[in-house]
């Protein structure tokens, strides 16, 4: 017999560095479950990502036991990284605050692919460009 989700959550978590303080804790703790376990876990299946930051999904069964899926890291996360910045624009696409090249914007594309709304890498380059384009990154042809 199946086991009884009673709650999923979502949260976002760097890499490699899930501690049981907050926001991890804080989260988590009041749904029942090991905090520890769930740290380690998730610390060793993302080790190969460190600096990254991952969401995550959560679900949480009625006898306390857990399971989580790590998603590809935001948009908005990668397209700060390839471009060097610490933050977009803050009027969006009316300021350039960076540039990106065409190669980069693929690249993004195919590491957001499997969670994207995209059959393929053209489609999900065009996703990500808006965000780019919102965020005030200039793509480079």
């Given at each position: ?39 380690s ?23 306390k ?8 890291p ?36 195919e ?28 793509i480079?042809?």
């Open positions: 017999m199946a086991k009884e989700l009673i709650k999923q959550i979502k949260i976002n978590i760097p890499a490699g560095k899930a501690t049981p303080a907050p926001p991890v804790g804080t989260v988590l703790g009041p749904v029942g479950i090991n905090l520890g376990d769930f740290c876990q998730f610390n060793d299946a993302t080790r190969d990502k460190m600096g990254d930051v991952l969401p995550v999904v959560i679900s949480v069964y009625a006898d036991s857990f399971d989580f899926v790590i998603k590809t935001p948009a908005s996360f990668l397209l700060k990284k390839y471009a060097k910045i610490q933050k977009g624009g803050a009027n969006g696409s009316k300021d350039s605050v960076a540039t990106i090249t065409k190669d980069q914007l693929r690249e993004i594309a590491i957001k692919l499997p969670d994207l709304n995209a059959y393929d890498v053209e489609a999900a380059m065009k996703i990500v460009a808006g965000t780019a384009k919102n965020m005030g990154i200039n480079q042809e």
